[in-house]
């Protein structure tokens, strides 16, 4: 019994409801995306009219698998366990699903005051056995300045059982205002996301542009009755990761 581990660390939160709030994170292996383009992954270049890559493909690219009490054992030898949150990111965590079901009613024996947040990028359904040990789950469908083509990063069945869900919210990456048109007509009036449950976050995977588009998001996201998420491990730690 054992996950497929890219990196785990100790840190704070950065983005969402949950931002600033100190976490394990635990980075699975693999994702059925590669926002940047179809091989970015391998050119490390944007294609097909991305504006942004994906700042972890290649930390998600590799792992090793690591049994379920081990990765346990060793927040608690490392003193991580003193954390609120036990966030589980990727890549697309989801596609772990059935180790998860296993996975997560030992993490809530062992360590039950954590908090359980899965970042999933909407693709995918969640585990109905795993749910009742999910807080939060991060839904973060892609736009068309991901590099993806539509029918790969918009599944109709999966994101409705997110938008019917009440643990999730919704993070839309912007690259620019013009991006709220798109997220409004495919995802907020399609799918009937309320305005409450929508976190909107500039598109960076750098300080510089972290700076620079934030203002204006900040704003749209007053101007349309949503929240503005910050990406805090950028603005303290730039493009290291790990941390």
């Not at 799918?191 to 976050?201: D, G, P, Q, S, T």
């Not at 204006?216 to 929240?227: E, F, P, S, T, Y």
């Amino acid at each position: 019994m054992s996950l497929a581990v890219s990196e785990t660390f100790y840190s704070h939160q950065g983005e969402g409801p949950s931002s600033g709030q100190s976490s394990i994170f635990l980075r699975l292996k693999g994702c059925n995306l590669t926002c940047g383009g179809p091989n970015t992954s391998k050119s490390g270049m944007l294609e097909e009219g991305a504006t942004w890559r994906c700042d972890t493909i290649e930390v998600w690219k590799r792992g090793q698998s690591i049994a379920y009490e081990t990765i346990i054992e060793d927040w608690i030898a490392k003193r991580w366990h003193h954390a609120s949150r036990l966030v589980i990111t990727g890549g697309e965590p989801l596609l772990h699903s059935k180790a998860l079901d296993l996975f997560l009613p030992l993490v809530k024996q062992k360590l039950p005051h954590l908090g359980i947040e899965i970042e999933t990028n909407g693709t995918l359904a969640f585990s109905k056995k795993s749910d009742p040990y999910i807080d939060q789950y991060n839904v973060s469908p892609k736009l068309h300045n991901s590099g993806m083509k539509k029918e790969k990063r918009i599944l109709s069945n999966a994101l409705k059982s997110f938008v019917q869900n009440p643990k999730s919210i919704f993070k839309f990456v912007l690259a620019s205002s013009d991006d709220y048109n798109e997220i409004n007509h495919d995802f907020i009036d399609t799918f009937k996301i309320e305005a409450h449950r929508i976190w909107l976050m500039p598109a960076a995977d750098n300080q510089s542009d972290l700076l620079k588009h934030s203002p204006h998001i900040a704003q749209l996201a007053l101007d349309k009755h949503h929240h503005f998420s910050n990406r805090l491990h950028i603005m303290i730690w730039d493009q290291k990761t790990g941390i």
